[in-house]
Antibody, heavy 126, light 110 residues
Framework: EVQLVESGGGLVQPGGSLRLSCVAS????????MTWVRQAPGKGLEWVAN????????YYVDSVKGRFTISRDDGKNSLYLQMNSLRGEDTAVYYC???????????????????WGRGTLVTVSS | QSALTQPPSVSAAPGQKVTISCSGS????????VSWYQQFPGTAPKLLIY???KRPSGIPERFSGSKSGTSAALGITGLQTGDEADYYC???????????FGGGTKLTVL
């Protein structure tokens, strides 16, 4: 079955750290761009980070730059999000998603996300 | 404040048509592909439209996408009560080097 399964969410104190995982199955993970998207309670979707197919390029929303790190382990078909210095505004359901891109020369850009996990809830609170 | 602007809500009667707009700029919609997602409460988003106008396999023809300049739109015809959901547009912003979503639009089928 083609799917993404997130894990690692939970309750953490402000300033703390958490590592999210996303395990892929049923498709060629190693050739896929991957993304983390989050959704705060009662709010809309927010793109968080992308990683390209070989892990050499990463992109982040400004609000998490320097605090979050996206990475992948193709041998384990896994995507990760290391979250440090967590803040209350990071409270959200975090989804991993498979991305499709288009390239112009050496630059590649996001097109769409066609496969999503069910999400994992991160709560930052004292 | 989202880089893409959507109306917070739209409504229409069953069987009618509705259009959800998504307004951006030359750094995002104007020069990149737009996609649309449907989300029911408590569930993950689902891809509805990609590459501005294309429908993935399994998405009914009632759903359509369009793009003109720095704006895009999602059209839904023959509205059904089961279409009540939140709808989001998304694209890449070349100036930000980041993905962006619209704020989302809640569709009510009266």
């Amino acid at each position: 079955e083609v799917q993404l399964v997130e894990s690692g969410g939970g309750l953490v104190q402000p300033g703390g750290s958490l590592r999210l995982s996303c395990v892929a199955s049923g498709f060629a993970f190693s050739g896929s761009w991957m993304t983390w998207v989050r959704q705060a309670p009662g709010k809309g979707l927010e793109w968080v980070a992308n990683i390209n197919d070989d892990g050499s390029e990463t992109y982040y929303v400004d609000s998490v730059k320097g605090r979050f790190t996206i990475s992948r382990d193709d041998g384990k078909n896994s995507l990760y999000l290391q979250m440090n210095s967590l803040r209350g505004e990071d409270t959200a359901v975090y989804y991993c998603a498979r991305g499709h891109i288009f390239c112009l020369g050496a630059s590649c850009y996001q097109r769409y996300f066609d496969l999503w996990g069910r999400g994992t809830l991160v709560t930052v609170s004292s | 404040q989202s880089a893409l602007t959507q109306p917070p809500s739209v409504s229409a009667a069953p069987g009618q048509k509705v259009t959800i707009s998504c307004s951006g700029s030359s750094s995002n919609i104007g020069n990149n592909y737009v996609s649309w997602y449907q989300q029911f409460p408590g569930t993950a988003p689902k891809l509805l439209i990609y590459d501005n106008t294309k429908r993935p396999s399994g998405i009914p023809e009632r759903f359509s996408g369009s793009k003109s300049g720095t704006s895009a739109a999602l059209g839904i015809t023959g509205l059904q009560t089961g279409d009540e959901a939140d709808y989001y547009c998304a694209t890449w912003d070349s100036r930000l080097s980041a993905g962006v979503f619209g704020g989302g639009t809640k569709l009510t089928v009266l």
